[in-house]
Nanobody, 119 residues
Framework: QVQLVESGGGLVQAGGSLRLSCVASTSRFSRFTMGWFRQAPGKQRELVASITSRSNINYADSVKGRFTISRDNTKNTVYLQMNSLKPEDTAVYYC?????????????WGQGTQVTVSS
């Protein structure tokens, strides 16, 4: 099981930026697909962005052009740079890790970090 620790959430005004980080406790980090999900109150958890071991990237339509996912395999860390934030981005953001070839949402999860965007 991979332990994931997120950081970087907080309160920001609309139009602002935040960068989330997620550190994974595995020596095989480079072989994992990593991703960020979010869950707003009363809504289902949704995939925001994912990045494979080969750095193939996928974004939800709602964040394309505003969010950027990246990874640093030397630091076992995945990042989510969030720009032009909107109130509808308010949610708890979760980091996820899964071995390549398996469904990301069935992997390991972090504890979540709150992102609140004020209008």
């Amino acid at each position: 099981q991979v332990q994931l620790v997120e950081s970087g959430g907080g309160l920001v005004q609309a139009g602002g930026s935040l960068r989330l980080s997620c550190v994974a406790s595995t020596s095989r980090f480079s072989r994992f697909t990593m991703g960020w999900f979010r869950q707003a109150p009363g809504k289902q958890r949704e995939l925001v962005a994912s990045i494979t071991s080969r750095s193939n990237i996928n974004y939800a339509d709602s964040v394309k052009g505003r969010f950027t996912i990246s990874r640093d395999n030397t630091k076992n860390t995945v990042y989510l740079q969030m720009n032009s934030l909107k109130p509808e981005d308010t949610a708890v953001y979760y980091c996820a890790a899964q071995k390549e070839g398996f469904t990301l949402s069935t992997g390991d999860w972090g504890q979540g970090t709150q992102v609140t965007v004020s209008s």
